[in-house]
Each structure stands twice: as C-alpha cells, then as structure tokens.
C-alpha cells in the first residue's frame, strides 16, 4: 500500500515536469493497479473532477476581487451569459500576466488579466466562445477524462474509495494544472473557433471578432506564440475562419 502511495505521488510529480513520455510511465504504472476504465467512468464523475479541480485552482490562484476593474468588465462582457446551451457557467478573472483564458467540463470559466489587458471587449468575448466551444464539443471533458484514466492517483483512490472526492487536493491541483495546460488538436482548435463564429452570431455580436482575436495574437505575441494552441498556425486559423465569415 504504501508503495503504491509514494508511486502515485511520484508519478503525478514526474509528468508535472513532463520530461518522461506520460503515455509509457502511464501504462507501465497502471498495469500494475486496478484499471477503471474508461467505459466505467461516468460523466458525472468527470465533470465532479473538474469541478473540484477549479477549487484547487482558484484556491492556489489570485483572483480578481468582485469590486475590480478586471471583474465588473468581465461580468459586463459576459453578461447574460449565465448558461449555453443547458451548461451553466461561472466566470472568474485570475490577477496573472499570461495571456490566458480555459474553461473546463463542469462550466467553469477562468480569463487571465493578461489576456483582458491585450484585447477589447469583443475579443474577449471571442476567446470565451473558443473555451466553451472546446467544453461544448468534448474536447475538454475528453481531455480530463484521460487524465483521470492515465493518474496513478485517481486509479489508486478509485480502486479503494471508488470516489474521486478521495483524491487529495495537491492530486486534484495536478489535474487541473494538466486540464489548464492541455494542447488540443489543431482540428479541436479549429472547431473551437468555429464554435465561437456561431457562438458570437447567436448573441447577436459580429464574429468578425473571432479573426480580431488571432491577429491581436499575432500583433502582440508574434506568429509563434499563440496561447490557443501551438498547432494550428494562425495563419491556417485566420483561413479558416475567414472561410466561414
Ligand atoms: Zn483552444
């Protein structure tokens, strides 16, 4: 038992500094463990993990008081915007310099100050549609399931607990940090911003601001540097959605 413990927690360290290949230290560790999986896993539980993910977060996290500049123009911006299409959303503004924004499977929504510093209201809205387009599509709850499915972590707490409310929080904290740092596909990448073009339509906004988003990345970050993704090249976004305009 205890082996497996400090295993787990060393597993959970190693891929934080993500210099060995997740996927082998995965299946090597949990050949060793009672596999939950993935046809097993339900959706609440996913969801109940990303949920208690984002406390982690926010807990280690500076957010923006609700009396500040950061967090009235945040609640300003996404006004009414309380619910899409039946998942419900909360918003918060983290007081951090990188250009960044994610939401996760449960309708969490977190805006980096940097990011609001860099962009005007519309495309601020823009990348809030790309993130609840990466939820609504799956891609985030894909993302946090195989987290959970590839943590020693979770598989141990599940084999003995069979809930995820076992994890500890420093668990849950490297879930989220994976969550929050995950690369998707350039097609998951080019769906989001699809998304966002409908999403900004349905609200009755220009999507144009979609586009507005990558060249203010471009103008301010250069052609590499891109926070959305490093797959897709702006370029092959900015075609795309210039396609679809
Ligand atoms: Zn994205």
Request: glycine share 8%; aromatic share 6%.
């Amino acid at each position: 038992m205890k082996g497996t413990k400090i295993g787990s927690v060393l597993l959970a360290t190693v891929l934080l500094t993500g210099c060995i290949k997740e996927e082998n230290y995965g299946q090597a560790l949990l050949a060793g463990l009672t596999l939950v999986k993935a046809a097993t896993l339900k959706e609440s539980e996913v969801k109940k993990t990303a949920r208690l993910s984002a406390v982690e977060l926010d807990k280690k996290s500076k957010i923006a008081s609700p009396s500040s500049a950061y967090s009235k123009r945040l609640a300003r911006i996404t006004a009414g915007l309380t619910n899409v299409d039946g998942l419900k959303l909360n918003y918060k503004v983290y007081l951090n310099k990188n250009v960044n924004a994610f939401a996760m499977p449960d309708g969490t929504v977190r805006v980096y100050s940097g990011l609001m510093d860099i962009m005007p209201d519309d495309q601020v809205l823009a990348v809030i549609g790309h993130e609840i387009g990466h939820v609504k599509l799956q891609h985030s709850y894909n993302q946090m399931k195989k987290q959970m499915l590839t943590s020693a972590a979770f598989q141990a707490a599940s084999a003995t607990s069979g809930s995820v409310g076992q994890i500890s929080s420093s668990q849950l904290g490297a879930l989220a940090y994976k969550a929050v740092n995950a690369k998707f596909s350039q097609t998951d990448e080019l769906q989001a911003d699809q998304y966002s073009l409908s999403f900004l339509r349905k609200k009755g906004k220009d999507p144009k601001s979609m586009l507005d988003v990558i060249y203010t990345f471009q103008k301010k970050l250069g052609s590499g540097g891109n926070f959305l993704s490093s797959h897709p090249t702006n370029a092959q976004r900015i075609n795309a959605i210039k396609s679809k305009l």
